[in-house]
């Protein structure tokens, strides 16, 4: 059997484990939710990241063409860029699948395969930089969003400062200033 067959053959397993994997980073409730909720709407991290850890072992496993990181993927990508992971923690997902493609498929069984392995790792690699390279674009993307909020002061609104009560407190202090000359 050589190493695309074997692949194949755990590909169920393999894609499950990585998925637990990738959602063990998250809570024990967010975890079990993302793992268990089934609709796409109600779930959208949970849906992209089974959809997008699937179709990508596929391409690494010359199942599907390895043309682009898969959109689901992407998505996934954009959601971990937007909440509290460092970028290593955020990609260290991708690393993860080497690990457990040994375990099932044992590591003397990965050695004799040699440059299959290797090829399979190198596959990995490129993944994690392009993944790295959609993480910081939505990154960017994120700071520049910032930035525009604040210059256009919207960053008042966004503290729960509405500029019509900052207005009424402004009144209520000159009141008392006014109070407080007259005594």
């Known amino acids: 059997m050589n190493f695309q067959e074997a692949l194949a053959e755990k590909k169920t397993h393999i894609v499950q484990q990585w998925i637990e994997a990738v959602m063990s980073t998250y809570s024990a ?16 991290l949970g849906f992209a990241a089974k959809t997008g ?4 072992y596929e391409q690494l496993a010359g199942e599907r063409p390895c043309h682009s990181i898969p959109p689901e993927l992407r998505q996934f990508v954009k959601l971990r860029s ?3 992971f460092s970028p290593s923690a955020a990609l260290g997902f991708v690393y993860l699948l080497k690990a457990i ?3 099932n498929l044992g590591a003397k069984n990965v050695a004799g395969m040699g440059g ?8 990995i690699d490129a993944l994690a930089l ?4 959609l993480y910081t674009e939505d990154r960017e993307l994120l700071s520049r969003v910032k930035i525009d909020e604040y210059k256009r002061g919207n ?4 503290e729960g ?8 407190n402004n009144q209520e202090e000159k009141i008392e200033l006014k109070v407080i000359r007259d005594c």
């Open 29 to 44: 409730d967010g975890a079990s939710f993302f793992l268990k909720q089934k609709d796409r709407f109600a779930n959208p």
């Open 53 to 56: 850890l699937t179709a990508v």
């Open 82 to 84: 937007v909440q509290n």
């Open 101 to 103: 493609v040994v375990e």
């Open 116 to 123: 299959e392995w290797i090829a399979f790792e190198a596959k």
């Open 130 to 133: 392009s993944l790295f390279d």
């Open 155 to 158: 960053h008042v609104m966004a």
């Open 161 to 168: 400062r509405c500029p019509s009560s900052m207005a009424v």
